[in-house]
């Protein structure tokens, strides 16, 4: 019993060093315009997260938004994280920020600033805890805090300088982002298999409304 019980604790770190990756479809209508994974991984007190993703538009021209962030926490601080948004393969956005353990230094599109606010939820958390009514998220790549509205069970709203977001979780994870621009409302949809996991908790998220 002990060696079975030793086998699944094993199994479970070697789960957890090796990462956890959620996948999304990106649709509009009907259509799919492209993809996003999200990958996180810990190793004792530190927790990596990757984005990546791509989107295609054709409207009355094609435009293709590329887009990733990297990130690392370590004992529920963010320690650094990297964003960088691409239009058609030229930079629109890019930051970078890191904490030196006195202050954190922000670059965002040639600026400098620094503060010294401890960041324990930023966007890269999104995706792996379900955020509480009213909780701020750091984003990077607006270089400011933005705000979370509960609207229902599990599903909570956040308006950023590009639009409005609404966030839809099961058992920790989001599952669905709908996304509303002025130029497309589009939807980052978790595809079937990553889902299936979700729900039998085979990738676990957390945050304080999990049930």
């Not at 770190?13 to 649709?27: C, D, F, H, M, P």
């Not at 791509?54 to 601080?77: G, N, P, Q």
């Not at 009213?134 to 400011?144: E, L, R, T």
Request: a neutral charge.
């Amino acid at each position: 019993m002990y060696r079975i019980a030793l086998i699944f604790i094993l199994t479970i770190y070697s789960l957890l060093l090796a990462g956890q990756t959620v996948n999304y479809e990106v649709i509009r209508g009907e259509k799919k315009l492209g993809d996003m994974t999200v990958k996180r991984s810990m190793q004792q007190e530190e927790v990596f997260y990757e984005i990546k993703s791509k989107v295609v538009f054709k409207l009355l021209f094609s435009f293709t938004i590329d887009y990733e962030s990297t990130s690392e926490y370590k004992r529920d601080r963010l320690i650094k994280e990297y964003t960088h948004n691409q239009l058609n393969g030229n930079t629109q956005k890019k930051s970078t920020i890191w904490w030196d353990g006195k202050v954190y230094t922000l670059d965002l599109d040639g600026s400098r600033i620094n503060f010294s606010n401890k960041i324990e939820y930023s966007v890269a958390s999104i995706y792996f805890e379900e955020p509480t009514d009213g909780q701020q998220v750091f984003s990077p790549q607006f270089g400011k805090y933005l705000s979370f509205v509960k609207i229902g069970p599990h599903k909570y709203e956040m308006q950023s300088p590009d639009g409005l977001n609404v966030y839809s979780y099961t058992n920790g994870i989001c599952t669905e982002v709908k996304v509303n621009r002025d130029f497309a409302r589009f939807s980052f949809v978790m595809t079937p298999e990553s889902l299936v996991a979700v729900q039998k908790k085979i990738i676990t998220g957390g945050g304080a409304n999990v049930d």
